[in-house]
Protein backbone atom coordinates (compact mmCIF):
# COMPACT_ATOMS: atom_id res chain seq x y z
CA UNK A 1 0.00 0.00 0.00
CA UNK A 2 1.32 3.59 -0.94
CA UNK A 3 1.74 5.87 1.73
CA UNK A 4 -1.19 8.50 1.03
CA UNK A 5 0.42 11.95 1.22
CA UNK A 6 -1.95 13.72 3.37
CA UNK A 7 -2.72 17.55 1.71
CA UNK A 8 -5.25 18.47 3.92
CA UNK A 9 -2.75 18.01 7.17
CA UNK A 10 -0.18 19.30 5.86
CA UNK A 11 -1.90 22.42 4.99
CA UNK A 12 -3.07 23.09 7.96
CA UNK A 13 0.47 22.78 9.76
CA UNK A 14 1.22 25.49 7.26
CA UNK A 15 -1.36 27.62 8.12
CA UNK A 16 -1.26 27.37 11.97
CA UNK A 17 2.84 28.36 11.48
CA UNK A 18 1.34 31.07 9.21
CA UNK A 19 -1.29 32.32 11.71
CA UNK A 20 1.71 32.68 14.47
CA UNK A 21 4.07 34.94 12.20
CA UNK A 22 1.34 36.79 11.42
CA UNK A 23 0.74 37.79 15.21
CA UNK A 24 4.39 38.37 15.20
CA UNK A 25 4.32 40.78 12.42
CA UNK A 26 0.94 42.33 14.09
CA UNK A 27 3.29 43.08 17.32
CA UNK A 28 5.47 44.53 15.49
CA UNK A 29 2.83 46.60 13.81
CA UNK A 30 3.09 44.97 10.27
CA UNK A 31 -0.67 44.45 8.60
CA UNK A 32 -1.12 42.55 5.88
CA UNK A 33 -4.51 42.82 3.46
CA UNK A 34 -5.00 41.02 0.35
CA UNK A 35 -6.98 42.12 -2.54
CA UNK A 36 -8.72 39.43 -4.25
CA UNK A 37 -10.74 40.61 -7.39
CA UNK A 38 -13.34 38.47 -8.99
CA UNK A 39 -14.54 39.79 -12.92
CA UNK A 40 -17.54 37.76 -13.53
CA UNK A 41 -19.50 35.40 -11.38
CA UNK A 42 -18.25 31.98 -12.56
CA UNK A 43 -18.78 29.49 -9.78
CA UNK A 44 -15.64 27.27 -9.95
CA UNK A 45 -14.09 30.51 -9.31
CA UNK A 46 -16.29 32.13 -6.47
CA UNK A 47 -15.82 28.46 -4.55
CA UNK A 48 -11.71 29.52 -4.86
CA UNK A 49 -12.35 33.61 -3.67
CA UNK A 50 -14.48 32.31 -0.88
CA UNK A 51 -11.97 29.84 -0.07
CA UNK A 52 -9.06 32.53 0.07
CA UNK A 53 -11.13 35.18 1.81
CA UNK A 54 -11.53 32.26 4.61
CA UNK A 55 -7.77 31.42 5.00
CA UNK A 56 -6.92 34.96 5.19
CA UNK A 57 -9.36 35.41 8.29
CA UNK A 58 -7.67 32.29 9.88
CA UNK A 59 -4.42 33.51 9.42
CA UNK A 60 -5.55 36.49 10.91
CA UNK A 61 -5.17 38.92 7.61
CA UNK A 62 -7.74 41.24 6.00
CA UNK A 63 -9.21 40.60 2.85
CA UNK A 64 -10.70 43.22 0.39
CA UNK A 65 -13.02 41.91 -2.23
CA UNK A 66 -13.67 43.31 -5.45
CA UNK A 67 -16.97 41.51 -7.37
CA UNK A 68 -16.90 43.47 -10.49
CA UNK A 69 -19.22 42.62 -13.30
CA UNK A 70 -18.76 40.29 -16.27
CA UNK A 71 -19.05 43.15 -18.86
CA UNK A 72 -16.56 45.07 -16.40
CA UNK A 73 -14.23 46.70 -19.43
CA UNK A 74 -10.56 45.73 -19.67
CA UNK A 75 -9.75 49.65 -18.79
CA UNK A 76 -11.79 49.43 -15.41
CA UNK A 77 -9.96 46.41 -14.23
CA UNK A 78 -6.56 48.33 -15.39
CA UNK A 79 -7.69 51.28 -13.35
CA UNK A 80 -8.20 49.31 -10.27
CA UNK A 81 -4.99 47.54 -10.59
CA UNK A 82 -3.35 50.40 -10.47
CA UNK A 83 -5.38 52.15 -7.32
CA UNK A 84 -4.34 48.98 -5.72
CA UNK A 85 -0.84 49.12 -6.39
CA UNK A 86 -0.79 52.60 -5.38
CA UNK A 87 -2.51 51.66 -2.03
CA UNK A 88 -0.04 51.36 0.56
CA UNK A 89 -2.41 49.42 3.11
CA UNK A 90 -2.47 46.56 0.43
CA UNK A 91 0.51 43.99 0.46
CA UNK A 92 -0.57 41.48 -1.99
CA UNK A 93 -2.81 41.57 -4.95
CA UNK A 94 -4.58 38.69 -6.90
CA UNK A 95 -7.18 38.67 -10.32
CA UNK A 96 -8.87 35.13 -10.16
CA UNK A 97 -8.39 33.68 -13.50
CA UNK A 98 -9.62 33.14 -15.97
CA UNK A 99 -10.96 36.68 -16.69
CA UNK A 100 -13.41 37.23 -19.52
CA UNK A 101 -12.41 36.62 -22.79
CA UNK A 102 -12.63 40.21 -24.14
CA UNK A 103 -9.91 40.57 -21.57
CA UNK A 104 -5.88 39.97 -22.69
CA UNK A 105 -4.87 38.13 -19.47
CA UNK A 106 -1.07 38.31 -20.12
CA UNK A 107 -2.16 42.40 -19.61
CA UNK A 108 -3.82 42.09 -16.53
CA UNK A 109 -0.97 40.14 -15.06
CA UNK A 110 1.55 42.06 -16.37
CA UNK A 111 -0.64 45.57 -14.32
CA UNK A 112 0.05 44.05 -10.75
CA UNK A 113 2.83 45.40 -9.19
CA UNK A 114 5.36 42.58 -9.18
CA UNK A 115 6.13 43.21 -5.34
CA UNK A 116 2.34 42.51 -4.59
CA UNK A 117 1.80 39.34 -7.43
CA UNK A 118 1.13 37.14 -5.06
CA UNK A 119 0.17 34.24 -7.43
CA UNK A 120 3.77 34.75 -8.79
CA UNK A 121 2.56 35.12 -12.38
CA UNK A 122 4.06 37.96 -13.26
CA UNK A 123 7.30 37.89 -15.71
CA UNK A 124 9.59 39.58 -13.35
CA UNK A 125 8.81 36.85 -10.86
CA UNK A 126 8.59 34.14 -13.25
CA UNK A 127 11.82 35.44 -14.56
CA UNK A 128 13.43 35.55 -10.90
CA UNK A 129 12.72 31.51 -10.03
CA UNK A 130 14.44 30.87 -13.56
CA UNK A 131 17.53 32.61 -12.44
CA UNK A 132 17.50 31.37 -8.73
CA UNK A 133 16.64 34.74 -6.96
CA UNK A 134 13.82 35.81 -4.82
CA UNK A 135 10.37 36.70 -5.71
CA UNK A 136 7.26 35.05 -5.32
CA UNK A 137 6.41 31.58 -6.61
CA UNK A 138 3.35 30.14 -8.14
CA UNK A 139 1.51 28.62 -5.45
CA UNK A 140 0.40 24.78 -6.58
CA UNK A 141 4.09 24.16 -7.93
CA UNK A 142 5.04 25.88 -4.42
CA UNK A 143 2.85 23.62 -2.26
CA UNK A 144 3.82 20.66 -4.68
CA UNK A 145 7.75 21.32 -3.07
CA UNK A 146 5.79 21.42 0.80
CA UNK A 147 3.93 18.13 0.31
CA UNK A 148 7.52 16.54 -1.17
CA UNK A 149 9.68 17.78 1.77
CA UNK A 150 7.49 17.57 4.75
CA UNK A 151 6.09 14.05 3.69
CA UNK A 152 9.90 13.06 3.96
CA UNK A 153 10.43 12.13 -0.01
CA UNK A 154 14.13 12.66 -0.90
CA UNK A 155 14.20 15.06 -4.05
CA UNK A 156 17.68 15.29 -4.56
CA UNK A 157 19.44 13.24 -7.35
CA UNK A 158 15.59 11.84 -8.27
CA UNK A 159 14.78 11.37 -11.80
CA UNK A 160 11.63 13.64 -11.81
CA UNK A 161 9.35 13.58 -14.59
CA UNK A 162 6.77 15.90 -15.06
CA UNK A 163 3.50 16.17 -17.15
CA UNK A 164 2.18 19.30 -18.04
CA UNK A 165 3.62 22.81 -19.54
CA UNK A 166 1.80 25.49 -18.19
CA UNK A 167 2.75 28.61 -16.92
CA UNK A 168 1.16 28.17 -13.33
CA UNK A 169 2.10 24.44 -13.15
CA UNK A 170 4.38 22.69 -15.29
CA UNK A 171 7.13 25.27 -16.27
CA UNK A 172 7.48 26.31 -12.46
CA UNK A 173 7.81 23.20 -11.36
CA UNK A 174 10.40 22.02 -13.24
CA UNK A 175 12.20 24.99 -12.11
CA UNK A 176 11.49 24.14 -8.13
CA UNK A 177 12.25 20.38 -8.60
CA UNK A 178 15.90 21.64 -10.41
CA UNK A 179 16.30 24.03 -7.87
CA UNK A 180 15.85 21.29 -5.61
CA UNK A 181 18.33 19.30 -7.34
CA UNK A 182 16.01 16.49 -8.73
CA UNK A 183 17.01 15.39 -12.81
CA UNK A 184 13.93 16.79 -14.18
CA UNK A 185 12.29 16.07 -17.62
CA UNK A 186 8.80 17.73 -18.75
CA UNK A 187 6.67 15.72 -21.22
CA UNK A 188 3.50 17.39 -23.11
CA UNK A 189 0.92 16.37 -25.96
CA UNK A 190 3.57 16.13 -28.05
CA UNK A 191 5.89 13.92 -26.01
CA UNK A 192 6.44 10.13 -27.65
CA UNK A 193 5.90 7.29 -25.82
CA UNK A 194 4.70 9.03 -22.69
CA UNK A 195 4.21 5.76 -20.84
CA UNK A 196 7.59 4.73 -21.46
CA UNK A 197 9.38 8.20 -20.10
CA UNK A 198 6.80 8.39 -16.92
CA UNK A 199 8.14 4.69 -16.24
CA UNK A 200 11.43 6.52 -15.52
CA UNK A 201 10.12 8.55 -12.39
CA UNK A 202 11.08 8.18 -9.22
CA UNK A 203 8.27 11.14 -8.77
CA UNK A 204 5.74 11.71 -11.20
CA UNK A 205 3.84 14.59 -10.87
CA UNK A 206 0.78 15.29 -13.27
CA UNK A 207 -0.51 18.27 -14.43
CA UNK A 208 -2.30 17.70 -17.52
CA UNK A 209 -6.44 18.40 -17.30
CA UNK A 210 -7.43 14.82 -18.29
CA UNK A 211 -9.42 12.75 -15.25
CA UNK A 212 -8.03 9.62 -14.57
CA UNK A 213 -5.86 9.50 -17.56
CA UNK A 214 -2.52 8.31 -15.87
CA UNK A 215 -3.10 4.19 -14.95
CA UNK A 216 -0.70 1.86 -13.60
CA UNK A 217 1.30 1.47 -16.85
CA UNK A 218 2.36 5.02 -16.49
CA UNK A 219 4.27 3.97 -13.08
CA UNK A 220 7.52 2.35 -12.26
CA UNK A 221 7.12 0.46 -8.78
CA UNK A 222 7.72 2.64 -5.87
CA UNK A 223 7.59 5.76 -7.56
CA UNK A 224 5.68 8.97 -5.53
CA UNK A 225 3.20 10.44 -7.48
CA UNK A 226 1.55 13.88 -7.01
CA UNK A 227 -1.89 14.08 -9.31
CA UNK A 228 -2.32 18.45 -10.05
CA UNK A 229 -5.59 17.38 -11.69
CA UNK A 230 -9.08 18.42 -10.60
CA UNK A 231 -12.02 16.98 -12.21
CA UNK A 232 -16.03 16.76 -11.29
CA UNK A 233 -17.41 13.35 -12.24
CA UNK A 234 -20.68 12.82 -13.35
CA UNK A 235 -21.69 11.36 -9.95
CA UNK A 236 -20.50 14.93 -8.29
CA UNK A 237 -16.92 12.99 -7.13
CA UNK A 238 -13.84 14.74 -7.37
CA UNK A 239 -11.16 12.67 -9.03
CA UNK A 240 -7.79 13.79 -10.85
CA UNK A 241 -5.54 12.69 -13.34
CA UNK A 242 -4.42 9.99 -12.04
CA UNK A 243 -6.15 6.78 -11.98
CA UNK A 244 -6.00 6.57 -7.93
CA UNK A 245 -7.52 2.83 -8.03
CA UNK A 246 -4.87 1.79 -10.06
CA UNK A 247 -2.01 3.53 -9.20
CA UNK A 248 -2.14 3.67 -5.72
CA UNK A 249 -1.19 -0.24 -5.35
CA UNK A 250 2.02 1.09 -7.68
CA UNK A 251 3.03 3.69 -6.10
CA UNK A 252 5.69 3.77 -3.09
CA UNK A 253 3.28 7.50 -2.10
CA UNK A 254 0.71 8.93 -3.61
CA UNK A 255 -1.51 12.41 -3.28
CA UNK A 256 -5.46 12.04 -2.76
CA UNK A 257 -8.17 14.04 -4.74
CA UNK A 258 -9.39 15.63 -2.95
CA UNK A 259 -7.22 16.55 -0.44
CA UNK A 260 -3.86 16.62 -1.74
CA UNK A 261 -2.40 19.13 -3.81
CA UNK A 262 -5.42 21.56 -4.15
CA UNK A 263 -5.12 22.44 -0.07
CA UNK A 264 -1.60 23.24 -0.52
CA UNK A 265 -2.33 25.76 -3.35
CA UNK A 266 -4.26 28.29 -1.03
CA UNK A 267 -1.91 27.80 1.87
CA UNK A 268 0.49 28.88 -0.04
CA UNK A 269 -0.58 31.61 -1.15
CA UNK A 270 -1.05 32.65 2.20
CA UNK A 271 2.20 31.86 2.67
CA UNK A 272 3.02 34.55 -0.20
CA UNK A 273 0.90 36.74 1.72
CA UNK A 274 2.82 37.02 4.89
CA UNK A 275 5.86 36.93 2.96
CA UNK A 276 5.01 40.23 1.31
CA UNK A 277 3.82 41.51 4.68
CA UNK A 278 7.50 41.16 5.64
CA UNK A 279 8.98 43.56 2.59
P1 LIG B 1 -3.24 23.43 -18.83
O1 LIG B 1 -4.43 22.98 -19.64
O2 LIG B 1 -2.79 24.84 -18.92
O3 LIG B 1 -1.99 22.51 -19.23
C1 LIG B 1 -2.12 21.13 -19.46
C2 LIG B 1 -0.79 20.59 -19.95
O4 LIG B 1 -0.95 19.21 -20.15
C3 LIG B 1 -0.31 21.20 -21.26
O5 LIG B 1 0.99 21.69 -21.09
C4 LIG B 1 -0.35 20.05 -22.26
O6 LIG B 1 0.80 20.03 -23.11
C5 LIG B 1 -0.35 18.84 -21.37
N1 LIG B 1 -1.16 17.78 -21.99
C6 LIG B 1 -2.44 17.86 -22.43
N2 LIG B 1 -2.82 16.68 -22.95
C7 LIG B 1 -1.78 15.83 -22.83
C8 LIG B 1 -1.56 14.48 -23.17
N3 LIG B 1 -2.52 13.75 -23.74
N4 LIG B 1 -0.36 13.94 -22.91
C9 LIG B 1 0.61 14.67 -22.31
N5 LIG B 1 0.46 15.96 -21.94
C10 LIG B 1 -0.72 16.53 -22.22
O7 LIG B 1 -3.55 22.97 -17.34
P2 LIG B 1 -2.96 23.47 -15.91
O8 LIG B 1 -3.46 24.83 -15.62
O9 LIG B 1 -1.51 23.18 -15.80
O10 LIG B 1 -3.77 22.46 -14.97
C11 LIG B 1 -3.65 21.04 -15.08
C12 LIG B 1 -4.67 20.39 -14.17
O11 LIG B 1 -4.40 20.77 -12.84
C13 LIG B 1 -6.12 20.79 -14.41
O12 LIG B 1 -6.94 19.66 -14.12
C14 LIG B 1 -6.39 21.87 -13.38
O13 LIG B 1 -7.74 21.95 -13.01
C15 LIG B 1 -5.53 21.38 -12.25
N6 LIG B 1 -5.03 22.45 -11.36
C16 LIG B 1 -5.18 22.22 -10.04
C17 LIG B 1 -4.68 23.15 -9.14
C18 LIG B 1 -4.81 22.86 -7.68
O14 LIG B 1 -4.69 23.75 -6.87
N7 LIG B 1 -5.04 21.61 -7.31
C19 LIG B 1 -4.06 24.31 -9.58
C20 LIG B 1 -3.89 24.50 -10.95
C21 LIG B 1 -4.38 23.54 -11.83
Known amino acids: MAQLIDGKKIS ?3 KDELRETVAELKAQGKEGALAVIQVGADPASSVYVRNKKKACEYIGIRSESYELPEQTSEEELLALIRK ?9 ILCQ ?24 FHAQNVGALVIGQKGFVSCTPAGIIQLLKRSGVEIAGKNCVIIGRSN ?4 PMALLML ?14 NLPDVC ?3 DILIVAIGRPKMIT ?13 GIHRQEDGKLCGDVD ?18 GPMTIAMLMHNCVEAMQE
Open 168 to 171: IVGK
Open 244 to 261: FAQVEPVAGAITPVPGGV
Open 97 to 120: LPVPAHMDEDKIIRAIAPEKDVDG
Open 199 to 201: RQA
Open 84 to 92: LNNDPKING
Open 12 to 14: QEI
Open 216 to 228: ADYVKEGAVVIDV
Open 179 to 192: RENATVTVCHSRTK
